[in-house]
């Protein structure tokens, strides 16, 4: 019976600091099941390298019935992407 206590001591203590870790990562802990559920499925390590191009991704206007790719409305001009909160 020690052992049964033992192990599931040990298991909520590692369950315990695994969300803790997460809540640091993700901002808070509020946050964790977001970041669980969305970004680290798709969190891996690309290849690009400096002065590549960057990937065309699949977008959706801001009327949200329209998509297009970022490559169809740059014709081949510089794209700057600015991700921030202005209010």
């Not at 099941?33 to 065309?56: C, E, F, N, Q, S």
């Not at 991704?57 to 014709?75: C, K, N, P, Q, Y």
Request: charged letters at 20%; glycine letters at 10%; zero cysteines.
């Amino acid at each position: 019976m020690t052992f049964w206590k033992w192990t599931i001591a040990v298991f909520l203590v590692l369950l315990l600091a695994v969300f803790l870790v997460l809540s640091k990562m993700a901002g808070s802990p509020k946050d964790v099941y977001g970041m669980v559920r969305y970004a680290l499925p798709h969190m891996h390590r690309g290849t690009l390298k400096i002065g590549d191009d960057a990937p065309d991704a699949r977008l959706v206007a801001l009327d949200g019935s329209d998509h297009f790719h970022i490559r169809e409305r740059t014709g081949g001009r510089p794209l700057v992407l600015i991700f921030g909160s202005y209010t």
